[in-house]
């Protein structure tokens, strides 16, 4: 009737079959592969806008364009850079929406959400300066209330002196 199947026939189904699964699990892992470089790309291109935004003044601009990097990458890089820059913005001396405490979060952020970053020496000394420059603003509007307490308590000073003045002339003797 019919012969034995020789031993190269044996496992002719057994490679067939595990070409398939490589294959299938190529394509998928291309698929993963693809969608990660399209992530990465658009994150790419958010930075450049924002970058470009933030040149031409526009920092509102550039700021929510940061934020769309942060959202798309909120564990990874450039999450991380974009939050450094958008400290950067919140702490730049030409934004007219200047705020040292909104540049602090982002860089106290950095830090944690991003313990790993190239950034995070640079973030933990802006932090550090941030820091003492709030204090030191408190503390000018300290003295500012001092001397303007000072320069009340002066004028009320001058107006007693002025007071007795007046009073020294009437008690002299006319002539």
Known sequence: MGKKRGENGK?????????????LLSVSAGCVTHSAFQKKWLGDKHLELAENLESQGNYEGALKAYD???RLFPGDSPGDRA???MGLIWAHPDNPQRNNKKALKCFRRLLSDFPRSAL???AR???SAINELIRCNGRVEDLGEAVS???KRLNALKEVDI?????KREDLPRE
């Open 83 to 85: 939050l450094f820059h």
């Open 11 to 23: 496992y002719l189904f057994l490679h067939g079959a595990c070409l398939l699964v490589v294959l």
């Open 125 to 127: 000394v802006w932090v």
């Open 120 to 122: 995070k020496d640079e």
């Open 149 to 151: 307490t000072v320069e």
């Open 163 to 167: 007071g007795i003045e007046e009073k």
């Open 68 to 70: 769309e990097v942060v």
